[in-house]
Each structure stands twice: as structure tokens, then as C-alpha cells.
């Protein structure tokens, strides 16, 4: 059972608890070299005839990994690794107007967190951690020099402060230990890959195990500080095939568990496996269709797919980055509902919160719990719709016009900033549907619209999967808010016969895209995911629960991407 102090208050108090509270657990090194580099900067650290920091906070973040891979039956990677890495937030000027939030050069935004010493070093952390803050200071100097130049050129029509207050918070939490079997996951990876065998029109898999024991110390200036730790497993199985015309079909199998729990393995993944496998080349056979117009049934993983990306990718970032250069603003895109506070974004029926506190659902751990963020911030459930209406956003210590303080919702990037994100988002609805009702409504739609089928979809493309395999890139202008139907079914409104097909991908699709939901589910289930951020490559934890999805009308065209046809047969299959 894990055990946690928690401390919330202001000023003094806040730190004479801390102490008494670190203290009980012993001399740990880790947070007495971040304690001493932060009174030393805090009370030396400055230029003369330049402002002191304002605020300043260390984070350092420990990653203790497992990683396995399995390729056509055999192992090609097993290890372990230990990497320790530090995030420095310095700020200089005043919490209305500071450093941040300004990009001048590519630098400002790829600015990459620090490797530190993987030993608990009390002399080698601190020389990096003063090594590092010095050369932040210096940064973030030149940074507010550039910002004030920029903005004395670009006047803004109202000013919105760059940093919010917020009460102090210390919580410490039990630290966390790898202790997953390699030898065993090996065991089971190897085998699990051999259930590919049965299925020759595939072309390439791979399946992929990781474990993680992620630990976490932090302090600011202010007086807050927490320790946590959590242990994730990431379970990915993965394989492409190609239609006749060229067309690359890759499926994908995506397990994440935190704490106790652990991904399927044993028959249970082999049937999961065989399924996917069936399903793809089900696919891969099926007709190709040139366009649709119609309602679209989003059931299994392609419900918690649909919010992924149609709602949680659309509210964040918050607030529109201040840019040097116009080129920047692509890569800190403002999500397109983040500037819809209440106003409506879904049908009256529907109400989403996300609650970062809720450690299970229905047995499943969620991957989202935690308490603090990652800006020392105690993290609130919050409302994010109300029948229908965008109450607030995910925030972190960045205010925005309409909502000025943090609800601690600020996660880790590779980078030296953190973003807004959701935790545990709850789709809730007060008319929930069987699925043989969804499935009739569907019909229904279809007669009423005079069309022969509706559209079922399970799963839609994951480009995380499907980029490895690629040969030819996307078009050039070809990015849409939802990615393509993966595996998907004509229902045809006579009968309700389902046929596979393919060759479809969604054709302008917006935010509105939202309130064209007709229904939702009664089958609402737990889906914990990895949720990508604006950044390439960069992921976390968080979990979506949700029923499944009906849209009343959708537009679909046919996919233009075809690659060329392997020249010879697949030798595992000779």
C-alpha cells in the first residue's frame, strides 16, 4: 500500500512543515542539493544592473526502463537502462511579465531537459544543477531583453499575465521500483510474436515491451516541493500488409498499466493478437470504397481515438505563443476549441470531466492518477463540459484572458517547459443506447439520408504505429483533425449485414465534427492510452472512458497514398 504526507498552505508554514515532513524520511541527496543551489540562487544568482530570477524551480526526473522487442519470432532487443534528467523553470522580471511564453530562434522551443548524474550524488547533482541554472539565468535574461523589444514593436491589444499564483503545496509520496521479470517478459514477447505465423499476407510485426519506474523530486522558490513515484508498462504489437492496389494497412495492439497492474499476456494476448491479425487482412482484402457521405458509428478503440484527437488534442496550448519568426507558430499550435470557454462544443446530452484524482475505473488502474503536477500544483477534478458547453480548459501556470489560474494540470515534455493536458477524461452522457439500439439508430440515419449503408468503424490509424512501416510519405497539406478508418464495416440499413472495407479517410473534419454526436453508448469502458502533445515524438499516460460514438453525417474521400508492392515473396512464408 503506498503511503503519502501531504502539506498545503502558504509562506513559512508551508516550509517549516516541509522540512519536518523531508526530514522523517532521512538525508536524501537528491533534494538537499536541489534546497541548497535554490537558497544560493535565489539570494546570489544575479547580474549586476539585471533583475534577479523571480521565481525558480528544479525538477528532476528519474527514469529506471525495461524495453523488449520481438520480430518474426525471435528477440532483437532486451535492456535495461538508467537515465536521470533535470528541468530548470527560471524566470526573471515579475509574474505579469516575464521570460516566457516567447520564441525567438528554434532553440527557444526545442530546448531540450539536462542529463544528470544517475548516482545519488550529492556534490556531482549540485555542480549540474549550478552549472545549468547559470547558463538559464544568462537565457532567460537575454529572452525578456528580446520579448520587451518585440512586444514594444508588436503591442498586444490586452494584456494577459505570463505566470499565476497559486498555494503552496508539498506532498511526498513512496518512491517506485522496477521489479518486472526480464527473462519472463522475454518469454512472453517471444511467443506472442509467434501467433504472427499464421497469417502470410502480413509483410512486417513487431511486438514491443517497456517498463518504467518513474520518480520524481521537485522545489520552487515559493515553497512548494513533492516527491512521487509510479511504475507504467507499455505493451505494443504491431503489423502491416498491403492491398492489391498498394494501399499499406498497419494494425496495432496498445496496452498501458500503471501500478500493480499488467498488460494481457498468455492466451488472452494470442487471442487479442489473432483478432488484429484477422481483422487486417480482412482489410487488406476487402473493396476499396472511393468516397462517403453519411453517419459513422465509432465503437472499440476508435471511441477513445475520436476524443483523443477531435477534444483533448484541440485544447491545448491554451494560449497563443508570442513568435519572432512566423514559421515557429506551426509547432505551438493553439488547440481549436481552447478559445470556446463557454460557449457550446458538444450536443446538450454529453458532459466530459477529467479527474486526475480517480485512481480506477471498473478495476482498471487508470494511467492518469496523480495528486501534484509537474509544476508543484495540487491537481483538481475538473468539469470540462457541461451539457455541452466548454466550462474550462486543462491548465497549468499559464493564464489565459478567461481562466487565470492553474487546476494543476501541467505535464512533462523532453523539453524545458511543461504543457496543459488531461489526466483521466469521463465522457458522460444522460441518454446512454445499447448497442443494438446504436447500431438501429444507424440504420435509421441512413434511411432517412436515403443512402444503402452506414459506416461502423473499430479503429482508426495510429501514426505512431503506421510512420515505422511507411515507404512514401504523406502528401504535403494532407494533416486532418482525425486520422483514417483502420478497420471498418458497411451496415447496411435493410438488414444490418456488415461487409469490411477500406481505402477511406476523413474529408474536412473540424471541431464542429463534436456536436453532429446523435448518441452515445451504454458500453462505457476504460481505455488508458499515451496522449501525444504538440511536440513530435512526445507522449504521456492518460486515460479516456467512454462509450461509443454516433455522428450523425461525415464526409470521406478516397486515400491517395499507394506504395509500390514488394518485388518478391515473403521469405518466412516460402
Not at 220 to 245: I, M, P
Amino acid at each position: 500500500m503506498k503511503t503519502a504526507i501531504w502539506v498545503s498552505g502558504f509562506g513559512i508554514v508551508v516550509l517549516v512543515f516541509a522540512s519536518m515532513v523531508f526530514g522523517a524520511e532521512g538525508d536524501d541527496p537528491i533534494f538537499r542539493a536541489m534546497d541548497d543551489e535554490l537558497a544560493r540562487s535565489m539570494d546570489k544568482l544575479v547580474i549586476e544592473g539585471m533583475p534577479p530570477p523571480h521565481f525558480l524551480s528544479y525538477r528532476i526526473r528519474d527514469y529506471e526502463s525495461m524495453a523488449i522487442e520481438a520480430r518474426y519470432g525471435a528477440l532483437t532487443q532486451s535492456e535495461r537502462s538508467h537515465n536521470r534528467y533535470l528541468y530548470i523553470d527560471l524566470r526573471v522580471g515579475d509574474p505579469s511579465l516575464d521570460n516566457t511564453n516567447f520564441f525567438a530562434t528554434w532553440r527557444d522551443i526545442w530546448n531540450g531537459r539536462e542529463g544528470v548524474v544517475e548516482e545519488d550524488s550529492y556534490d556531482g547533482l549540485r555542480h549540474q544543477i549550478w552549472y545549468h541554472t547559470d547558463g538559464a539565468y544568462k537565457d532567460a535574461l537575454e529572452n525578456l531583453a528580446r520579448k520587451k523589444a518585440y512586444l514594444q514593436a508588436h503591442p498586444v491589444k490586452e494584456e494577459v499575465p505570463d505566470f499565476s499564483m497559486v498555494e503552496p503545496v508539498v506532498y511526498q509520496g513512496e518512491l517506485a521500483g522496477l521489479e518486472s521479470d526480464q527473462v519472463r517478459w522475454e518469454d512472453r514477447v517471444r511467443e506472442a510474436g509467434r501467433v504472427f505465423e499464421e497469417f502470410a499476407l502480413l509483410q512486417d510485426w513487431k511486438i514491443e515491451y517497456m517498463a518504467q519506474a518513474v520518480n520524481q523530486w521537485y522545489v520552487n522558490s515559493e515553497g512548494s516541493r513533492h516527491r512521487k513515484g509510479e511504475v507504467y508498462c507499455f505493451l505494443e504489437v504491431s503489423a502491416t500488409t498491403q492491398a492489391e492496389d498498394g494501399q499499406r494497412l498497419t494494425g496495432f495492439l496498445h496496452y498501458v498499466t500503471r501500478g500493480d497492474d499488467e498488460p494481457p499476456s498468455g492466451s488472452k494476448l494470442m487471442e487479442d493478437i489473432q483478432q488484429m491479425a484477422r481483422e487486417l487482412e480482412a482489410a487488406a482484402k476487402a473493396p476499396a470504397l472511393d468516397e462517403y457521405v453519411g453517419p459513422v458509428l465509432f465503437t472499440e478503440w476508435a471511441a477513445p481515438q475520436f476524443f483523443s484527437q477531435l477534444l483533448a488534442d484541440q485544447l491545448v496550448m491554451p494560449r497563443k505563443a508570442l513568435v519572432a519568426q512566423d514559421w515557429m507558430s506551426e509547432y505551438l499550435p493553439v488547440g481549436k476549441l481552447a478559445g470556446k470557454v463557454k460557449r457550446r462544443v458538444l450536443p446538450q446530452f454529453v458532459s466530459i470531466t477529467d479527474e486526475p484524482r480517480r485512481e480506477s475505473w471498473k478495476g482498471t488502474q487508470l494511467a492518469g492518477y496523480q495528486l501534484v503536477d509537474d509544476e508543484g500544483v495540487d491537481c483538481e477534478n475538473i468539469v470540462l463540459v457541461e451539457e455541452g458547453r466548454l466550462q474550462t480548459l486543462p491548465m497549468g501556470r499559464q493564464p489565459t484572458k478567461k481562466i487565470s489560474e492553474s487546476n494543476g494540470h501541467a505535464r512533462s515534455t523532453p523539453f524545458q517547459m511543461t504543457i496543459p493536458g488531461i489526466t483521466n477524461l469521463i465522457v458522460d452522457t444522460t441518454d446512454p443506447l445499447k448497442m443494438d439500439l446504436m447500431i438501429e439508430e444507424l440504420k435509421r440515419l441512413c434511411l432517412d439520408q436515403e443512402i444503402e449503408y452506414g459506416l461502423l468503424v473499430k479503429r482508426l490509424e495510429e501514426p505512431a504505429f503506421e510512420e515505422p512501416y511507411r515507404w512514401i510519405d504523406e502528401e504535403e497539406g494532407s494533416e486532418t483533425l482525425l486520422t483514417a478508418p483502420l478497420v471498418v464495416y458497411k451496415v447496411y440499413a435493410e438488414d444490418g449485414r456488415m461487409e469490411p472495407v477500406r481505402g477511406l479517410e476523413f474529408d474536412e473534419v473540424t471541431v464542429r465534427t463534436l456536436r453532429d454526436i446523435v448518441a452515445l453508448g451504454k458500453d462505457a469502458k476504460a481505455y488508458n492510452i499515451v496522449q501525444p502533445t504538440v511536440f513530435e515524438d512526445s507522449y504521456y499516460p492518460a486515460s479516456i472512458v467512454t462509450p461509443s460514438i454516433l455522428v450523425e453525417e461525415m464526409e470521406l474521400k478516397a486515400t491517395t497514398v499507394h506504395e509500390p508492392m514488394p518485388v518478391a515473396d515473403n521469405p518466412y512464408f516460402r
